[in-house]
Every structure is written in C-alpha cells, then in structure tokens.
C-alpha cells in the first residue's frame, strides 16, 4: 500500500495570514487530489492535479503537484473564518482508480 | 445534481451485534468504496467494488464483510460489532479515474 504523509495535522491561524499544507511520498502517483471536509459531511473534491511540476489556482488556493508526482502542495492566500475544515490529500495509484488518504489538516482560521 | 446517500447518519450499538451499514448512488457509478475514518489517520479504505457482486479487500477489511447486489447500492456489514469499530463510515463511488463522490457518511458507536 502506498503511504502519503501530511503537514501539519493542525493548523490555527488568524485571518488574513497566508499557510501552506503539504503532502508527501516515496511513492509515485498517477494523479493527486485535494479535498475539504466540513463538519457532518463527506469530503468534496477541490481540484486534482496531474502533470509533474503542475500549478492549479482556485481563487485564494494554489495547488501544486511535484516534479516527480510524489508530493503536492496546498498553498492559501490571506485565508478567511470560511476556509475553516478538513483538508485531504489523496493519490491515486498508477493502477485501478483507489485512492490512498493522507491524513488530513484540521485548519482554523481565526476573526 | 450528483448523489450519495448512507442509510444512517447516527447510530448507536451494542458489542456483538450485526451491524448494516447502507449506501446508494444514483449516478450509475460502476466503483463504490467503503472507507473508515479515525482522527489523525485519515481515510482508511475497507473494501471496494467494481462491478455488481464484486469485491476486494481494500487496507483494512478485518471484521467487515460487504456486499453488491445492485450496481447502485452497497452494503458494509459489520458481523459482530466490537468497540475498536466505533468510527465515523463514509461511502463514495465514482466512475474510472473521474471526480470520486461521497456520502454525508455514518457515525457508528459501539457500546
């Protein structure tokens, strides 16, 4: 099975401050995924990345995939109270469409 | 508008006691997963299907048994509840390598 590590587990910050979450393997990865989950509910899918060295914006969140597509990073600018929730990586192996979880960033962002 | 729906948002058990877990989709998905999830580990997959009356064993099938009549639905069974089963249970499917959905998921106590 392969291993994703992520950093931090927690993360509590103050409005406006900008954090970047990371995501890490020995294993390479057909693709690699990130997901938000609030409270009460599943996780929902914010953006895949698939190219080795590939930049993904979504508005305030940049996400990128490494070189060698082992690693990924979730980079939030001057975060907001509603980023607040649950943030998953997830690779997908090069065969069969499972997908193995990192274990996740509890983020906080403080009013 | 996509969806996945488990049987049980809440439920409480008792230890020994056969436990149906329910999740239906209706996007005709042909992969539908089980997964476990604990804090500070993640997501942790049970088992998965790929078609209707198959399964595979995913990371952590150890007490768990499921089952896929339907393409549309399936069923995590729990065979004799046990404690260290207390988890909060999250259904998703998804098509190929496509956007994987999930359920609001089941928060199971076993007493």
């Known amino acids: 099975t392969q291993l994703l590590e992520q950093s931090p587990q927690f993360l509590s910050i103050q409005e406006g401050e900008n954090l970047t979450v990371y995501c890490n393997s020995s294993s390479v990865f057909s693709s690699l995924q990130w997901y938000r989950q609030e409270p009460g509910e599943g996780p929902v899918l914010l953006v895949t990345?698939?190219?080795?060295?590939e930049v993904k914006k979504l508005k305030r969140l940049t996400f990128q995939f490494g070189d060698a597509r082992k690693d990924s990073s979730l980079h939030i600018t001057a975060a907001q109270p509603g980023d607040t929730g649950l943030y998953l990586c997830?690779?997908?192996?090069?065969?069969?469409?499972?997908?193995?979880f990192g274990e996740g960033t509890q983020l906080t962002v403080n009013p | 508008d996509v969806k996945v729906t488990q049987s049980s948002r809440y439920l409480v058990k008792r230890t020994g006691e056969k436990v149906f877990l329910e999740c239906v989709q209706d996007m005709d998905h042909e992969n539908m997963f089980w997964y476990r999830q604990d804090p500070g580990l993640g997501l942790r997959l049970i088992y998965f299907?790929?078609?209707?009356?198959?399964?595979e064993k995913g990371d952590i099938p150890e007490g768990y048994s499921v089952s896929r009549e339907k393409k549309e639905r399936f069923s995590l069974i729990l065979e004799s509840a046990s404690t260290n089963q207390t988890s909060m249970y999250l259904c998703?499917?998804?098509?190929?390598?496509?956007?994987?959905?999930f359920g609001p998921g089941t928060r199971l106590t076993v007493l």
């Open positions: 997830a690779g997908e192996e090069t065969s069969g469409s499972r997908l193995t």
């Open positions: 998703a499917s998804r098509e190929g390598r496509n956007t994987q959905y």
């Open positions: 299907s790929y078609d209707v009356k198959m399964k």
């Open positions: 990345v698939v190219t080795g060295g």
